[in-house]
């Protein structure tokens, strides 16, 4: 009889076959420590305890046991960062990333976009982590669901992301022995300590400046609209230092940083600070040109200041040699 520990190899191996296969792969090791259990781990990496089933089948481990052993080597799911390039789209990442353009709806709603609109140029998404799960006997997506994503009711959502039958009938609900069926784990967040520990380890998970420039694009969605108020409100004096702070931040997107010197321009330009704002019209120039040569039957973007919707200051400072 093989030992608790033997079996939890042998699993393993198969299910890093089926992930390879199922090009789902992100997670990062983690050697179990004498006394850690998975129910510990999950609170350190995840922030709580109810992600345990997600280590568990990550590992490809017993449910009723989790036994893991001092010196195991354990995957830890995480999601993963990427910086868009230009001319992607949320169909070009969805198959990319999770395998199909159908599910575009998906990773574009995870970083607060909707699939119609193409994500912004540098703009750095979260790319979910996807648990891949092998049917088991009598097992039901009900099930998956409330061990993977804490309620039975959200059995549908995983129906309709593995593109399955979703008319709430019986036959549905079932998952054959064998299937494969693919769990978005879309509210796994790392904690610091998890981050931490992802970085040590290296690999795709939180690359691309290890989710920090995501943070600092997430924190310039809410406070891009307070700066506009304060330029539309007349407060020139905190509208520059709220943008001055925000291009300090860290890496934004191309758009952002574009829409925040527009900001500080006519804040500058209605401060009579001339030079600062010549020096703002040419870094909004910047970000507004493509860094690229435009493609074939493609013409170049160009650079306007309308009369009729820019003040003769502005057009001012933007032309001044």
């Known amino acids: 009889m093989k030992s608790p520990a033997a079996r939890s190899l042998v699993a393993l191996g198969a299910f890093a ?43 490809a481990l017993d449910t009723h046991g989790s036994a893991t052993l001092p010196g195991m080597r354990v995957e830890i799911p995480a999601p993963a960062h990427y910086r868009v390039v230009e001319g992607e789209t949320w169909l070009d990442l969805s198959e990319r990333f999770l395998g199909d353009r159908r599910r575009a709806e998906y990773i574009a709603k995870v970083n607060h976009a909707v699939a119609w609109i193409p994500p912004s140029l540098s703009q750095e998404i979260e790319v979910p982590a996807v648990l891949v799960h092998l049917g088991g006997d009598d097992e039901k997506m009900s099930n998956l ?111 952002q940083l574009a829409t925040i010197h527009r900001a500080l321009l006519e804040s500058y330009v209605a401060l009579d600070a001339w030079g600062a704002a010549v020096g703002a019209c040419t870094a909004w120039r910047t970000a507004l040109e493509t860094p690229t040569a435009p493609k074939d039957g493609q013409k170049a973007p160009r650079w306007e200041l309308d009369p009729r919707t820019v003040s003769p200051k502005i057009r001012a400072a933007c032309t001044a040699k």
């Not at 090009?23 to 345990?52: C, D, W």
């Not at 039958?165 to 904690?191: A, C, I, R, Y």
């Open 17 to 59: 076959s089926v992930l390879a296969f199922a090009g789902h792969g992100q997670a990062f090791p983690h050697t179990m420590q004498p006394g850690e259990t998975l129910a510990q781990l999950a609170i350190v990496m995840y922030g709580s305890a109810r992600f345990e089933p997600v280590l568990v089948g990550a590992n």
């Open 145 to 255: 669901a409330a061990r993977y994503l804490g309620n039975a009711n959200r059995y549908w959502e995983l129906n309709a992301y593995n593109f399955r039958k979703n008319d709430g009938s019986k036959k549905s609900d079932e998952v054959t022995h064998g299937e494969v069926v693919l769990v978005p784990l879309f509210d796994l967040v790392l904690t610091e300590e998890g981050k931490r520990e992802a970085r040590k380890a290296g690999g795709r998970v939180l690359s691309e400046g290890g989710g920090e420039a995501h943070e600092a694009q997430k924190r310039g969605e809410l406070e891009i609209p307070p700066l506009l108020a304060d330029v539309r409100g007349g407060r020139y004096v905190d509208a520059v230092a709220r943008g001055n702070r925000l291009l300090g931040s860290g890496d934004l997107t191309r758009a």
